[in-house]
T-cell receptor, first 110, second 115 residues
Framework: EDKVVQSPLSLVVHEGDTVTLNCSYE??????LLWYKQEKKAPTFLFML????IEKKSGRLSSILDKKELFSILNITATQTGDSAVYLC??????????FGTGTRLKVLA | DGGITQSPKYLFRKEGQNVTLSCEQN?????MYWYRQDPGQGLRLIYY???????QKGDIAEGYSVSREKKESFPLTVTSAQKNPTAFYLC??????????????FGPGTRLTVL
């Protein structure tokens, strides 16, 4: 059975800390892995990863995929209170079929 | 403004009633999706449609039905056969690029409560 597991389930840090969120997967016919940020309602897209070892960066956020060990990490440096959200990992297996992890709830304290 | 709209934002329904959730996109995306989100369970795929007049069941399609008569619209009907319909419903759309990669964009969601 296909599955996506995110860890930790929740995390509380102080502003300025660096956090690493994990996403491991076991799926048939892997196509891509995506990260989303969900603050209140609609998840917003962060990164899509298809190749191992290539880091994607956007400001203080970065992500990398390891297709051999079947995991991805999302790093956030110099965290801010605005980073507080649920971070979702999703894997596209086959065509157009996505499976999501349960998410990591991040709270950044001022 | 390009985007995905869902209506209504909140919906209350009595047990035994069917209800239809609206999803419209003006992004010219071919593919559209419906997900259900419950606390602690992430998003689960209900139905998806790759193209007009075609759709496939996702992981939890029982008790739901969809139609895709127009490219812009993908309504979801929650039928009385759905045993536990209270949840947050998210619609998404996507379009494959020339590298055949696909990024989904989400609507704001509809929170359905069955009384």
């Amino acid at each position: 059975e296909d599955k996506v597991v995110q860890s930790p389930l929740s995390l509380v840090v102080h502003e300025g800390d660096t956090v690493t969120l994990n996403c491991s997967y076991e799926v048939t016919n892997f196509r891509s892995l995506l990260w989303y940020k969900q603050e209140k309602k609609a998840p917003t897209f962060l990164f899509m990863l298809t190749s191992s070892g290539i880091e994607k960066k956007s400001g203080r956020l970065s992500s990398i995929l390891d297709k051999k060990e079947l995991f991805s990490i999302l790093n956030i440096t110099a965290t801010q209170t605005g980073d507080s959200a649920v971070y979702l990992c999703a894997v596209e297996r086959g065509t157009y079929k996505y499976i999501f992890g349960t998410g990591t709830r991040l709270k950044v304290l001022a | 403004d390009g985007g995905i709209t869902q209506s209504p934002k909140y919906l209350f329904r009595k047990e035994g009633q069917n209800v239809t959730l609206s999803c419209e996109q003006n992004l010219n995306h071919d593919a559209m999706y419906w997900y259900r989100q419950d606390p602690g369970q992430g998003l689960r795929l209900i139905y998806y449609s790759q193209i007009v007049n075609d759709f496939q069941k996702g992981d939890i399609a029982e008790g739901y039905s969809v139609s895709r008569e127009k490219k812009e619209s993908f309504p979801l009907t929650v039928t009385s056969a759905q045993k536990n319909p209270t949840a947050f419903y998210l619609c998404a759309s996507s379009s494959r690029d020339r590298l055949s990669t696909d990024t989904q964009y989400f609507g704001p969601g509809t929170r359905l409560t069955v009384l």
